[in-house]
């Protein structure tokens, strides 16, 4: 299922809660039918199983992805400036550039060079949770 159908089972499912939560009104109100408050439950309800769904349904696309692949060009730029091989570690504000720990060796020049952690590169944890949690 492809995530834009998670979307719109997920936006319909919260039109119909809204539809559901209107009908309370005429269940509360000074000459409220207690029917209504049935009605309006149940299609409440059915809303939110449809949102649910939705969640779920985006979930299983989640998993599904390929895990181990850039996803884009742009994630490939986020390596080291100097050999564009590693996730940068540290960041050189002096000469502006975002080196990994094998090419910090060779830039080091304590005379000019100010470190700071690079910002960029975090690389988000790409191994799958388990169930365990392990
Ligand atoms: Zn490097
Ligand atoms: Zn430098």
Known sequence: MRAHTAAWIGAAGA???????????AAFGAHGDPAML??????????????????YA?????????IDAPSSP???????????????????RVHL????????????DFH????VPSTRGKQRPRKRATAAGS
């Open 38 to 55: 049935g009605a309006g439950g149940g299609i409440l309800s059915f809303g939110l199983l449809l949102v649910s769904c939705a969640i």
């Open 74 to 92: 742009a994630e490939k730029l986020r390596n080291c400036d100097v050999c564009e091989r590693y996730a940068p570690v540290i960041q050189c």
């Open 97 to 108: 550039l975002h080196l990994c720990g094998d090419c910090v060796a060779a830039h080091y």
């Open 15 to 25: 039109i119909v809660s809204l539809v559901g939560l209107c009908f309370l009104p």
């Open 58 to 66: 985006r979930a299983r696309t989640l998993l599904a992805a390929p």
């Open 112 to 115: 000019t060079c100010a470190y």
